[in-house]
């Protein structure tokens, strides 16, 4: 098919000005406002404990100190959290605080200096109360509660062999009888598999500024957020405010991964506006965005599964615990969603399952790329490789033989009926790998020598190993989920679209601007994009699970087709023509049957403002999923659709100190259609960094509630050292109903790394590592065991 | 106390406390907000400069110890529209994502480029190997400053 725009690589619309170093960030614009005021925060000095008082006398003598407040400055003020509001804007005296990110009182200064000078003669006094410390300590009997609140009815259909005082909430799953499954079966595999606390390590901290509109009694927040109108909603309810009382402005943002979906900066630097009546800032570094924000929820998750000799999965029996850390944020949708994914993308005719969000007094977990579905891949994974290594067949060949086809059913009973591409992703990645499914895996020789390890020939293992994903994008789930674009012809002779949704550096203003170019056949060049903000910008729905694409992709294309037809009608009009004899190219409509019938676009809009007629084109994107049965999590269509992915990864092992290097990737990605595919290459090789820091050197190490290495020295973010060049297939497929037959990818390509990752240091060196990281450490320990 | 440099070809001298970072010196004192800061340790890259020819991580250089130096920062390299060979190439080869750690990451690899012409792929992984970038697993950022070194070498040849 002949495209303009769609399917090419064009310019990231953002580039320019990154690499310029104009692009404005949320501390770029610090200087636009004249004496800003500094916030610090003072955090909770234990991770379990009961202010019992506090003490800001000494502190407000310290010179430049404007005003510290603390809960008892804001008796009307609510919880906030994005899905049960069980999370103190300002921990008051004889409440709880419930980890060390708590806030108990607020700084404001005139310099930075005198705030953090002052923060530190706050004094507090606590009641310690013991710390739960993690998964299993919460679920003992006898142990601390950690809220005595019950947001949660949880449906409780629980084993009662662990305690369920800190259980959050539960997920049950539900499809066939996994005991006539294990019956039918010849062989029953089970295994535990773990994962870590990761953090997202966007390169941008959490950051803000706000001001305050006396007159209008409104509060302009001007600090990243993944979903403007979301974050409005929680500011606003938490204050008691009317929602239009709180605006927010998206400057540029520096990576988000998850980690600012979640309210931060935004409820404090609110209150402190309004009470001030001056615009005040409030910077994190680094160390307080480990210790405040969220983390990727650290699982244990139990697999048995019954297969037959022939390699044919007859039952899958799953359970998942999360550490869901002090609150909720995102957990309650991420252990939903971890769980059904819990086949990963394999025909299972019986399936049974649990989940359950546990609070506990670590950092909180939320969102992170993958949102759950990437510790279930890696628990998924592993498993099926450690299925086939006990069946003695070729891991490729029993994923091409379990995988998903047209007419299969997932974990929740919906049929998958339109584009899957599971067996694709695994032919794809195993053509570029070299690896023959029906044979040999196909390692090829790698020069030891040429590794990053610098280790003797003798002392390198080499092993490779594959995994294959599912995941299903949008929020799913019977969860209300749209995006609303605007489209305007302006008087600068440019196309505007109006969207708020976040780019976050992934892209979604460059494909809409491709969507927009080809819809209207005009130049990328004529196009540009308003900044999101709650007051200009309708709500787009977050740049999370996979959506921005998909949802926003369509409703900007619809919203240019609705213009495209406004023009052909009132230039039909202008004409005196009929539509079939129309066209619009180039800025310009034209009639293809009289040449002096021929106007700009512009021209066209003038004319028609003259009559007072507004040019202008409006799209929404409301697909309908349904809410699963609560008690067998089936449904008729539980996700809009699912996207595929396969990699290939080799690894070489210095036996000599357990290092592991990666040496070559290569990924299959079902993509229904690249919008942009250098953008989704961007994706693969970014995602895949990330899948290798959750291998290989990424935890966040808490110990009783404190975590140990908030920094980027001990918390390990791959480097370009640790990164390998990577081969990618994109599977260009029909069938979805994305823009053009898009799919969502962003997620996808993170999940399948680290389980192939596992899978080749098992083949390389015979040992299954179900608990990540694969540090070093592990590994000669490891080796020295056997 | 007064200290005085040269940054992006200009003699600077302003007042500057002791224990000032040069780079809220760069960014606060002198408005060139294009280095950004990540992690205020040294350790992310993300607040890169050129000082006297060597790549710094600006936050750990106080703002003393500029007295007397040459500075180069993001904004010296552009001139007017006409983008630099690396901004040029960081944008051709789809490098940018989030673009946070790019004016660092492109300071880095400019110092490279003036001491080595044309790198192989794992001198210039070595080079950047203490500039952290989070979104785009440096494949494309490594194919940008390959891309880059060949446009340079081929304009002075």
């Given at each position: ?10 310019k990231?619309?953002?580039?320019r ?9 949320t ?5 636009d ?23 800001t ?10 005003e ?46 005198a705030?953090?000078?002052a923060r ?23 142990c601390?509660v ?7 009815e949880?449906?409780?259909?629980i084993?009662p062999?662990f ?23 010849d ?15 966007p390169?941008?901290v ?11 009694d409104?509060?302009?927040?001007w ?31 520096g ?8 309210v ?6 609110a209150?402190?506006?309004?009470e001030?009546?001056?615009p005040v ?5 680094r ?11 650290a699982?244990?998750i139990?697999?048995k ?21 002090a ?12 769980l ?32 759950g ?10 498993h ?8 003695d067949?070729?891991p ?8 998903y ?30 690896w023959d ?8 020789a790698?020069d ?38 605007e ?13 708020s ?46 959506r ?7 409703a ?13 009608h ?22 293809h ?9 512009w021209?066209?809009?003038d004319r ?9 084109g ?5 697909p ?57 290459e ?6 895949t960094?990330q ?6 050197t ?6 009783d509630?404190?975590?140990q290495?908030?920094?980027?020295s ?17 599977i ?12 969502g ?9 680290a389980p192939?990752?596992?899978n080749a ?14 540090k070093?450490?592990?590994?000669k320990?490891?080796l020295?065991?056997? | ?18 224990d ?19 992690c ?56 940018v ?27 210039i ?7 952290i ?21 081929g304009?002075?040849?």
């Amino acid at each position: 098919m002949s495209r303009r725009t769609v399917g090419k690589e064009i310019k990231k619309v953002d580039a320019r000005e990154k690499v310029t170093g104009e692009a404005l960030y949320t501390e770029d614009l610090t200087s636009d406002f004249g004496g800003v005021l500094h916030m610090r925060v003072k955090r909770a000095p234990h991770p379990h404990a009961y202010l019992r008082d506090i003490d800001t006398s000494k502190a407000e003598e310290v010179p430049g100190v404007v005003e510290i407040f603390t809960a008892s400055d804001f008796p009307e003020l609510k919880n906030f959290g994005l899905i049960i509001k069980d999370q103190p804007v300002l921990v008051g005296i004889d409440e709880k605080m419930r980890y060390l990110g708590d806030a108990l009182a607020l700084v404001v200064a005139e310099s930075d200096k005198a705030a953090l000078r002052a923060r530190e003669l706050i004094e507090v006094e606590i009641e310690e109360l013991e710390v739960v410390d993690g998964l299993e300590k919460a679920l003992e009997e006898d142990c601390p509660v950690v809220h005595d609140e019950e947001y949660i009815e949880a449906t409780h259909y629980i084993d009662p062999d662990f305690c369920c005082d800190n259980v959050l909430c539960d997920h049950p799953l539900q499809r066939g009888d996994v005991e006539a499954g294990f019956a039918e079966a010849d062989y029953v595999i089970e295994g535990e598999y773990r994962t870590q606390f990761l953090d997202q390590v966007p390169l941008q901290v959490e950051k803000g500024i706000a001001d305050y509109d006396r007159e209008n009694d409104v509060i302009t927040i001007w600090a990243a957020s993944q979903w403007l109108h979301d974050t409005q909603a929680d500011v606003a309810q938490a204050m008691g405010l009317e929602k239009d009382q709180i605006r927010i402005k998206q400057p540029e943002i520096g990576g988000a991964f998850g980690k600012k979906e979640d309210v931060s900066v935004h409820i404090h630097l609110a209150l402190a506006v309004r009470e001030l009546r001056r615009p005040v800032q409030l910077i994190y570094n680094r160390e307080e965005s480990f210790l405040a924000q969220s983390k990727r929820h650290a699982m244990i998750i139990r697999h048995k599964t019954g297969v037959t000799e022939e390699g044919e999965l007859t039952a899958w029996q799953t359970e998942v615990f999360g550490d869901t850390g002090a609150y909720a944020s995102s957990g309650p949708a991420v252990l939903q969603k971890s769980l059904y994914h819990c086949t990963g993308p394999y025909d299972v005719p019986n399936v049974k399952g649990n989940s359950y969000a546990v609070y506990t007094n670590n950092p909180y977990g939320g969102a992170m790329r993958g949102f759950g579905a990437t510790q279930m891949g890696f628990a998924y994974e592993s498993h099926i490789d450690r299925i086939a290594a006990e069946l003695d067949i070729d891991p490729a060949q029993l994923r091409h033989k379990n995988a998903y086809r047209k007419g299969s059913l997932t974990p929740n009973g919906q049929e998958l009926n339109q584009s899957v591409n599971a067996v694709e992703t695994i032919e794809g990645a195993a053509e570029l790998a070299g690896w023959d499914i029906e044979g040999d895996h196909g390692l090829p020789a790698i020069d030891p020598t040429s590794t990053p390890l610098e280790a003797d020939e003798e002392d390198i293992a080499l092993g490779r190993g594959m995994a294959t994903i599912m995941f299903g994008f949008g929020y799913g789930e019977g969860f209300p989920d749209h995006s609303i674009a605007e489209i305007e012809l302006t008087e600068d002779e440019t196309v505007r679209i109006r969207t708020s949704a976040a780019d976050v550096g992934q892209g979604v203003r460059t494909v809409v601007t491709q969507i927009v170019s080809e819809v209207l056949k005009i130049d990328p060049g004529f196009i540009e994009l308003v900044r999101g903000d709650t007051h200009t910008t309708r709500n787009a729905g977050s740049t999370s699970a996979t959506r921005q694409t998909y949802f926003t992709g369509n409703a900007v294309k619809e919203a240019a087709e609705d213009l495209l037809g406004e023009i052909y009608h009132y230039a039909s009009r202008e004409f005196g023509t009929n539509h079939p004899e129309m066209a619009v190219k180039d800025g310009r409509v034209y009639s293809h049957v009289n040449s002096e019938d021929d106007m700009s676009l512009w021209e066209l809009n003038d004319r028609l403002a003259r009559q007072g007629v507004e040019l202008k084109g409006r799209g929404t994107f409301f697909p309908k999923t349904y809410k699963p049965d609560t008690r067998t999590g089936q449904a008729e269509k539980v996700y809009v659709d699912y996207t595929f992915h396969t990699q290939i990864v080799d690894v070489a092992v210095d036996l000599s100190t357990g290092l592991i290097s990666v040496e070559n990737v290569y990924s299959g990605l079902d993509v229904g259609q690249a919008i942009n595919p250098q953008g989704v290459e961007g994706q693969i090789e970014g995602g895949t960094a990330q899948g290798i820091g959750m291998a290989l050197t990424e935890e966040v190490v808490v110990e009783d509630g404190v975590i140990q290495n908030p920094d980027l020295s001990r918390y390990l973010v791959p480097t370009s050292m640790d990164c390998p060049d990577i081969e990618s297939v994109l599977i260009e497929n029909a069938g979805s109903d994305g823009p053009f037959g898009a799919k969502g990818i962003g997620e996808p390509t993170t999940i399948a790394t680290a389980p192939a990752i596992a899978n080749a240091v098992y083949d390389a060196i015979g040992i299954r590592f179900n608990q990540l990281p694969i540090k070093p450490e592990r590994v000669k320990a490891e080796l020295e065991r056997q | 106390m007064e200290i005085t440099f040269t940054i992006n070809d200009e003699e600077r001298t302003v007042d500057a406390t002791p224990d000032q970072r040069l780079l809220d010196l760069i960014r606060e004192d002198l408005g060139l907000t294009g280095t950004k800061e990540g992690c205020g340790k040294g350790e992310c890259g993300v607040c890169t400069v050129i000082m006297d020819g060597e790549p710094v991580t600006s936050c750990l250089v106080l703002a003393p110890q500029a007295d007397g130096a040459e500075i180069e920062t993001i904004e010296n390299l552009a001139e007017g529209d006409d983008l630099h060979p690396l901004q040029e190439s960081f944008v051709e080869n789809g490098a940018v994502q989030c673009g946070f750690c790019i004016p660092g990451m492109i300071m880095t690899a400019k110092q490279l480029l003036q001491e080595e012409r044309n790198p192989d792929r794992d001198r210039i992984r070595q080079a950047l190997a203490g500039n952290i970038c989070r979104c785009t697993g440096y494949d494309k950022i490594i194919d940008a400053v390959e891309d880059a070194a060949q446009k340079m070498s081929g304009g002075e040849a």
